[in-house]
Nanobody, 128 residues
Framework: QVHVAESGGGPVLAGGFLRLSCAASGRTLRSYAAGWFRQAPGREREFVAA????????YYADSVKGRFTVSRDNAKNTVTLQMNSLTPEDTAVYYC?????????????????????WGQGTHVTVSS
């Protein structure tokens, strides 16, 4: 069984920052690529950021590029999303996703269907 859990969400004022963490664990989970997605009220879930298993390669949605940074610490088995200069448009439930099949050190994934495991999400509310 693989378990993915996000933490670090909450309310924040516009212009502020939050740091989301994702922990993935499981007996069969030895290595994985990771991604962050978000779903705002009344909207479909959308891609935010992705990181390869090694952490070498990352990719961002245009809407967060330059403000968000994804990183990972494989020794601690965590993936982090640092979110700066937040705006009310960033208000959403943020999901962490993990992919363990057919991965290599360098590839990241941006499609929801490319991920195997999902967390329950953490709420981020940005007020002006």
């Amino acid at each position: 069984q693989v378990h993915v859990a996000e933490s670090g969400g909450g309310p924040v004022l516009a212009g502020g920052f939050l740091r989301l963490s994702c922990a993935a664990s499981g007996r069969t989970l030895r290595s994985y690529a990771a991604g962050w997605f978000r779903q705002a009220p009344g909207r479909e879930r959308e891609f935010v950021a992705a990181i390869s298993w090694s952490g070498t390669n990352t990719y961002y949605a245009d809407s967060v590029k330059g403000r968000f940074t994804v990183s990972r610490d494989n020794a601690k088995n965590t993936v982090t999303l640092q979110m700066n200069s937040l705006t009310p448009e960033d208000t959403a439930v943020y999901y962490c996703a993990a992919r363990s099949r057919d991965i290599d050190y360098l590839t990241f994934y941006v499609g929801e269907g490319q991920y195997d495991y999902w967390g329950q999400g953490t709420h981020v509310t940005v007020s002006s």
